[in-house]
């Protein structure tokens, strides 16, 4: 498959006037659940519906996108931090017809919140936001500072959860954090790794019935979950990663990458749309 004439401009562009980009934070409770993997190939899929997509790797301390991906970029979101190169540098065009920002790992430096975390990767999203039709942030696992810092600057969150119960805890926990401390009221659920047709929708309830007798909004109220689909577990996705290949390209066919072009279908419409 080939990736169809994008009206993605050059990395380093300069910016259009105009709309902004809506930025999504791809999250979860628990780790290895999928959220870089949907990442990188609701990229490929919101890219092959028109879209203007950037994927920034936001899980500062444990990126792995550029594994993903078999990307080696010649410079990451922490030489933008530490001011070595210009953002437009860091900014590379990934298989699958849209842009990464990539983190580079192992950088322990940032698995505390500091100031100049903060200030640096807000800006970083200031600065790309005219650019795009959709960023995505695939954050880090979890709910500690640099996670929730992450969410917290952006304008939606997708849950991933899985079936499994400890999975479906933590994603409740998180869930239940952004409600309380951030204040949204509405978050998107995709379920991945499901073992049966239909699985996904029944987790997403379970996880409204929960939220609705014990989470409470600041203003009062409560949460809504917008369920946005399902993801099979397939075979297909640890080959795709053992070969370093995006799913999307390399198995199109496949369950999963089918679950995810409609899982793009079910996300609300860029602003310019
Ligand atoms: N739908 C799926 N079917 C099969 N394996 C999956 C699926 N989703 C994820 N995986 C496996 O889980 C691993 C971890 O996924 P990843 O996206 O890196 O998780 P996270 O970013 O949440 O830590 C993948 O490398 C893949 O092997
Ligand atoms: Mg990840």
């Known amino acids: 498959m080939t990736a169809p004439p994008s009206k993605t401009s050059p990395p380093g562009a300069a910016?259009?006037?105009?709309?902004?980009?809506?930025?999504?934070?791809?999250?979860?409770g628990k780790g290895?659940?999928?959220?870089?993997?949907?990442?990188?190939?609701?990229?490929?899929?919101?890219?092959?519906?028109?879209?203007?997509?950037?994927?920034?790797?936001?899980?500062?301390?444990?990126?792995?996108?550029d594994v993903v991906l078999n990307l080696q970029p010649r410079a990451t979101l922490h030489d933008v931090f530490t001011g070595k190169v210009p953002?437009?540098?860091?900014?590379?065009?990934?298989?699958?017809?849209?842009?990464?920002?990539?983190?580079?790992?192992?950088?322990?430096?940032?698995s505390r919140l500091t100031p100049e975390v903060r200030d640096q990767l807000a800006s970083v999203l200031q600065s790309v936001r005219p650019r795009y039709d959709r960023v995505l942030l695939d954050t880090g696992a979890g709910i500690s500072d640099v996670v929730l810092y992450a969410v917290s600057l952006a304008d939606e969150v997708l849950v991933i959860a899985t079936p499994e119960p400890t999975a479906l805890a933590d994603a409740y926990a998180t869930?239940?954090?952004?409600?309380?401390?951030?204040?949204?009221?509405?978050?998107?659920?995709?379920?991945?790794?499901t073992q049966r047709l239909g699985e996904g929708r029944g987790v997403a309830q379970q996880l409204?019935?929960?939220?609705?007798?014990?989470?409470?909004?600041?203003?009062?109220?409560?949460?809504?979950?917008?369920?946005?689909?399902?993801?099979?577990?397939?075979?297909?996705?640890?080959?795709?990663?053992?070969r370093r290949q995006l799913l999307m390209l390399s198995y199109p066919g496949s369950s999963a990458a089918l679950a995810l072009v409609n899982l793009a279908g079910k996300l609300p419409a860029t602003i310019q749309r």
């Open 87 to 110: 953002l437009e540098n860091a900014i590379i065009e990934a298989p699958g017809g849209f842009h990464v920002l990539l983190a580079g790992s192992g950088l322990v430096e940032y």
């Open 208 to 242: 409204q019935t929960v939220i609705e007798r014990f989470v409470q909004l600041p203003e009062g109220g409560t949460v809504r979950i917008n369920y946005v689909g399902e993801i099979p577990s397939d075979p297909s996705v640890r080959q795709a990663v053992q």
């Open 32 to 65: 290895g659940v999928g959220k870089t993997m949907v990442s990188a190939n609701l990229a490929a899929a919101l890219a092959r519906r028109g879209e203007r997509v950037l994927v920034v790797d936001a899980d500062l301390g444990l990126a792995n996108l």
């Open 175 to 193: 869930i239940k954090v952004l409600a309380t401390q951030q204040g949204r009221s509405h978050m998107h659920v995709a379920v991945n790794q």
């Open 15 to 28: 910016p259009p006037a105009g709309p902004m980009a809506r930025i999504m934070a791809v999250t979860s």
